[in-house]
């Protein structure tokens, strides 16, 4: 293959699939389904095997581009029209904490787990699970969030009050299992954890789905159960 070729045909696909970008709309970047991401993928496969064949021409690249572009318009319209047909390709939210309880099941069901959870908050400058009252998981992977009344941002300044100092919230139990590096992290030991739990009414560490410890205040527990508790 002719490097001019080569440069004639990886350009044709540039613009091609910019254009197409641009007439699909701005959803191919962001908000991105898993819809969306595939389509993306196979634009790029289609691109890129057309570049290195060398029985593949500029027109043949223009008409895959054209009609994989059709294929996905059609879908487009078909989502907008059919609201079933929109919720099999693009999915649906999914509430993970609800009423500042995590819903289990639904983190199974979207293969979700705890660090990662926490990670979506975290974004969302939440970096204590007590802080969250809803946290609904969307379709591109992203976290909505409804803060708890208590943990709404006040401006401080215009009340005249005195803030105290701001801590960082340590997980110690996530599924199940202690995390021994937190625990050396908050100069406390399993002993204190299990004596927690055992206040709590939760004997075994493996019955805790997460707990988390705050300074100053009560350590917080959720079991399997999706009930919290606090303990001194």
Known sequence: ????????????GYIALFLLTKVLGKTQITQITAFDFISAMILGELVGNALYDDHVGVLEVLFTVAFWGLLVYITEITTQKV??????????????IHKGQIVYKALKKNHLDLNQLQLLLRKKDIFSIRECEFAILETDGSVSVVKKPEYSTIITQDLNIVKNPSTLPVSVVLDGEIIRDNLQLIHKDEKWLHEQLRLLGKGRV???LFAEWMEGESLFVQGYESKSEGAS
């Open 83 to 96: 609201q079933r047909f929109r919720g099999f390709l693009e999915g649906h939210p999914s509430i993970v």
């Open 206 to 208: 493996k019955d805790v």
């Open 1 to 12: 293959m002719h490097y001019t070729q080569i440069v004639t045909e990886l350009t044709t």
